[in-house]
């Protein structure tokens, strides 16, 4: 949890978090939200979560040796616990981590990619122009956080503020230089980010998703607009003297209206020509994508890339304009961009000589869908047949838009579960269901089982030359969640294994 120790004025300061101390010079040898981790001598941070408050165990953190005790509420005095009662104290507790750590992101470059699609690719492709650049790279992301030799799981898109600080400590320590982060909407709304020094922050898009937590289109917005107007913008006169640059995708409503409204450095990008980074002689086919970098922000660069579909265009031109705000040099965006030939469960083909086409698909949001079920139609002289459900305990309003997208865009469909959690399989099926059935979709092409894999075995079984099966929502995700329980599972692990049954090698 920690290696050091502190005084409180010292950390505090070092914060940036004024406080007038009865004890300044008291000493603390840990920092934690978890009053289970508190040891003598801790500083416990009094968080309110979305399932706990942390103001109920403080009693509990004193008794396992808290010392000092940080608030966002008046509690009753505690004998010999310096209480320190501020604002919020999810922004104090970033702040007080990244201290702690000793400001890991002062000595990184961190390049932060939020949006409700693209930013696992965009992420991916910084990684890949980071190494051309001869830079040593780093990635927080949704898949896994990677450094050195390192890969470790991710439980969440953007990790606690503890986490993050220690993990951005531990890049640094590796010698890592740069760092391509995921920042969720989630991270932004509880401040997970506090603390953290942004060079860049690069927005892809916003439709909906995640309403089970954000409620309205609106407070999603604003929780992707916060990264940018609270997090990014800081003083020139801050650790980091350059000015943090904003990249918004020019295409998308949100990313136009942010921009108007962003009083710091940014620029545009987009396939309309009005950005400020745009493709010119875009050609986009089997075989990849290539155009020439074209306006007022743009390098002379040839691009050519091995990813398909129109919707990485945007990732890639994302990718750039981040490249460009952070001053890699132009060679080296290219170079980088040609390198990566996929990202794992991202529109990712799973071969096994058969004579149709089996992609497997993050895509778990109706846009997502619409965007890469356009790239399969595009690529296939055959049917479509997608295979696909929607997460349980999570935004239910997008389930019927989700089934109504996909049955407008495939012809053959099979509903299944993904991650049903605690919810009733059925009955998320049948939200699905009722947006299937607005478009009259053809019943005797509808199928729904629900176990994920027999729904996959199904959906091959059927295909023939010249067909598409996309597996959708899970990508390369390494579990499913039923019940509350993570059971090992992998959707291209499991096409594999099926079209190796059905005598393909």
Same mark, same amino acid.
């Given at each position: !949890?920690?290696?050091?120790?502190?005084?409180?004025?010292?950390?505090?300061?070092? %914060? =940036?978090?004024?406080?007038?101390?009865?004890?300044?010079?008291?000493?603390?040898? /840990?920092?934690?939200?978890?009053?289970?981790?508190?040891?003598?001598?801790?500083?416990?941070?009094?968080?309110?979560?979305?399932?706990?408050?942390?103001?109920?165990?403080?009693?509990?953190?004193?008794?396992?040796?808290?010392?000092?005790?940080?608030?966002?509420?008046?509690?009753?005095?505690?004998?010999?616990?310096?209480?320190?009662?501020?604002?919020?104290?999810?922004?104090?507790?970033?702040?007080?981590?990244?201290?702690?750590? =000793?400001? &890991?992101?002062?000595?990184?470059?961190?390049?932060?990619?939020?949006?409700?699609?693209?930013?696992?690719t965009t992420t991916y492709l910084l990684e890949s122009i980071f190494s051309?650049?001869?830079?040593?790279?780093?990635?927080?992301?949704?898949?896994? @956080?990677?450094?050195?030799?390192?890969?470790?799981?991710?439980?969440?898109?953007?990790?606690?503020?503890?986490?993050?600080?220690?993990?951005?400590?531990?890049?640094?320590?590796?010698?890592?230089?740069?760092?391509? !982060?995921?920042?969720?909407?989630?991270? /932004?709304?509880?401040?997970?980010?506090?603390? +953290?020094?942004?060079?860049?922050?690069?927005?892809?898009?916003?439709?909906?998703?995640?309403?089970?937590?954000?409620?309205?289109?609106?407070?999603?917005? /604003?929780?992707?607009?916060?990264?940018?107007?609270?997090?990014?913008?800081? &003083?020139?006169?801050?650790?980091?003297?350059?000015?943090?640059? /904003?990249?918004?995708?020019?295409?998308?409503?949100?990313?136009?209206?942010?921009?108007?409204?962003?009083?710091?450095?940014?620029?545009?990008?987009?396939?309309?020509?009005?950005?400020?980074?745009?493709? %010119?002689?875009?050609?986009?086919?089997?075989?990849?994508?290539?155009?020439?970098? $074209?306006?007022?922000?743009?390098?002379?660069?040839?691009?050519?890339?091995?990813?398909?579909?129109?919707?990485?265009?945007?990732?890639?031109?994302? $990718?750039?304009?981040?490249?460009?705000? $952070?001053?890699?040099?132009?060679?080296?965006?290219?170079?980088?961009? %040609?390198?990566?030939?996929?990202?794992?469960?991202?529109?990712?083909? +799973?071969?096994?000589?058969?004579?149709?086409?089996?992609?497997?698909? @993050? *895509?778990?949001?109706?846009?997502?869908?619409?965007?890469?079920?356009?790239?399969?139609?595009?690529?296939?002289? =055959?049917?479509?047949?997608?295979?696909?459900?929607?997460?349980?305990?999570?935004? &239910?309003?997008?389930?019927?838009?989700?089934?109504?997208?996909?049955?407008?865009?495939?012809? @053959?469909?099979?509903?299944?579960?993904?991650?049903?959690?605690?919810?009733?399989?059925?009955?998320?099926?049948?939200? +699905?269901?009722?947006? #299937?059935?607005?478009?009259?979709? &053809?019943?005797?092409?509808?199928?729904?089982?629900?176990?994920?894999?027999?729904?996959?075995?199904?959906?091959?079984?059927?295909?023939?030359?010249?067909?598409?099966?996309? #597996?959708?929502?899970? =990508? *390369?995700?390494?579990?499913?969640?039923?019940?509350?329980?993570? #059971?090992?599972?992998?959707?291209?692990?499991?096409?594999?294994?099926?079209?190796?049954?059905?005598?393909?090698?």
């Amino acid at each position: !949890m920690t290696r050091q120790s502190w005084t409180l004025a010292k950390l505090f300061e070092e %914060a =940036g978090i004024p406080h007038p101390f009865q004890h300044p010079n008291r000493e603390v040898v /840990a920092l934690t939200d978890n009053s289970n981790r508190c040891v003598p001598n801790s500083l416990f941070v009094a968080v309110r979560g979305t399932n706990a408050d942390g103001h109920a165990f403080i009693s509990d953190a004193i008794e396992r040796g808290a010392v000092a005790v940080v608030v966002e509420q008046e509690i009753p005095p505690y004998d010999s616990v310096e209480i320190i009662r501020v604002e919020d104290t999810r922004e104090a507790l970033g702040k007080l981590a990244h201290a702690w750590y =000793g400001h &890991p992101s002062r000595d990184l470059l961190v390049i932060g990619v939020s949006g409700t699609n693209g930013k696992t690719t965009t992420t991916y492709l910084l990684e890949s122009i980071f190494s051309a650049a001869g830079l040593q790279a780093g990635v927080i992301g949704t898949i896994e @956080y990677r450094f050195a030799d390192q890969r470790l799981p991710a439980p969440n898109t953007t990790p606690t503020a503890l986490i993050l600080a220690e993990t951005l400590a531990k890049m640094r320590a590796a010698g890592v230089q740069a760092v391509a !982060m995921e920042v969720s909407s989630h991270s /932004a709304d509880q401040k997970r980010i506090a603390g +953290i020094e942004f060079d860049v922050g690069i927005l892809t898009n916003i439709t909906q998703d995640h309403l089970d937590y954000h409620k309205t289109m609106e407070a999603y917005a /604003a929780a992707k607009r916060s990264f940018y107007f609270d997090f990014l913008l800081r &003083p020139k006169a801050g650790a980091k003297k350059r000015e943090a640059v /904003a990249v918004f995708n020019h295409d998308d409503s949100y990313g136009r209206k942010f921009a108007a409204e962003f009083p710091g450095k940014k620029f545009t990008f987009g396939l309309d020509q009005g950005a400020d980074l745009y493709p %010119a002689d875009l050609t986009v086919d089997a075989t990849g994508i290539r155009f020439t970098l $074209a306006g007022n922000a743009a390098p002379t660069l040839e691009i050519e890339s091995p990813l398909l579909g129109y919707f990485n265009v945007q990732n890639i031109l994302g $990718a750039i304009g981040g490249a460009i705000a $952070a001053g890699l040099p132009a060679d080296a965006i290219a170079r980088g961009v %040609a390198a990566l030939s996929g990202v794992p469960g991202r529109f990712e083909r +799973i071969a096994a000589g058969q004579p149709f086409a089996v992609v497997v698909d @993050y *895509a778990h949001t109706p846009d997502a869908l619409e965007r890469v079920l356009a790239n399969a139609r595009q690529m296939t002289k =055959g049917r479509v047949i997608t295979v696909f459900g929607c997460g349980g305990e999570r935004d &239910p309003i997008k389930r019927p838009l989700m089934g109504k997208v996909v049955a407008g865009a495939s012809d @053959y469909i099979v509903v299944t579960n993904d991650n049903p959690r605690r919810e009733d399989p059925q009955q998320i099926a049948a939200m +699905i269901l009722s947006g #299937i059935q607005e478009v009259n979709f &053809p019943e005797e092409a509808l199928r729904v089982i629900l176990d994920r894999r027999e729904a996959i075995a199904h959906a091959l079984a059927e295909a023939r030359e010249g067909d598409c099966v996309l #597996i959708a929502g899970k =990508g *390369a995700e390494p579990y499913m969640d039923i019940n509350g329980v993570k #059971i090992p599972y992998d959707d291209r692990e499991t096409a594999r294994e099926l079209l190796v049954q059905l005598g393909y090698k």
